[in-house]
């Protein structure tokens, strides 16, 4: 299986602090990933696909970059409603697997 | 807008086996380039793709899970079902029926999510 890291695990941020969470595949994917936002009780909501393409409704400040193996998810500048559980995601290579989650949390 | 929402028990015994069903609205099971899929989440943990199916009934499985699972289509219903087997407590977890966006080999993403279910397994 392709094994999806994500780093930091967790990060202490402000409103208006960009932030940027990392996502390393074991194997070259392309531009195959995604990236969720998850908060606690609900179920994930996709942002960013084809490793840059912002979700239809997704806001603005939201972010994708890269390719193969390392790829970027940034915050331009983080809102209230922003804190929650980050999630990366490849289909590229059976099977789709996930990164273990990045927590946004407030400072 | 697509919405997708669980059923099923909520408690299942060790060794028997689960059974949940994903309803579909304002969409269509039987739409061309989307599959259909079960996630899962253990508490306080990350998600776990558990396989897909596409209206056609063809399917695939994580490899990790695939002994046990069993995933389903009745497009007459606009529903599709998961079963896992001989279930433990390692099974215990937010159940997520989603619809699978196919963009290109090799690229695709979860559009659209159920709420979740818990189903737990305990004797």
């Known amino acids: 299986d392709i094994q999806m890291t994500q780093s930091p695990s967790s990060v202490s941020a402000s409103v208006g602090d960009r932030v940027t969470i990392t996502c390393r595949a074991s194997?070259?994917?392309?531009?195959?990933l995604a990236w969720y936002q998850q908060k606690p009780g609900k179920a994930p909501t996709v942002l960013i696909y084809a490793a840059s393409s912002v979700q239809s409704g997704v806001p603005s400040r939201f972010s994708g970059s890269g390719s193969g193996t390392d790829f970027t998810l940034t915050i331009s500048s983080l809102q209230p409603e922003d804190f929650a559980t980050y999630y990366c995601q490849q289909a590229n290579i059976f099977p789709i697997t996930f990164g273990q989650g990045t927590r946004v949390e407030i400072k | 807008q697509v919405q997708l929402r669980e059923s099923g028990p909520g408690l299942v015994k060790p060794s028997e086996t689960l059974s949940l069903t994903c309803t579909v609205s304002a969409g269509s099971v039987s739409s061309d380039n989307y599959y259909w899929s079960w996630i899962r989440q253990p508490p306080g943990k990350g998600l776990e793709w558990i396989g897909y199916?596409?209206?056609?009934?063809?399917?695939n499985y994580n490899p990790s899970l695939k002994s046990r699972v069993t995933i389903s289509v009745d497009t007459s219903k606009n529903q599709f079902s998961l079963k896992l087997s001989s279930v433990t407590a390692a099974d215990t977890a937010v159940y997520y029926c989603a619809r699978d966006r196919w963009v290109t080999t090799g690229l695709e993403y979860f559009d659209y999510w159920g709420q979740g279910t818990l189903v737990t397994v305990s004797s």
């Open positions: 194997q070259g994917i392309s531009s195959g």
């Open positions: 199916i596409y209206h056609n009934g063809n399917t």
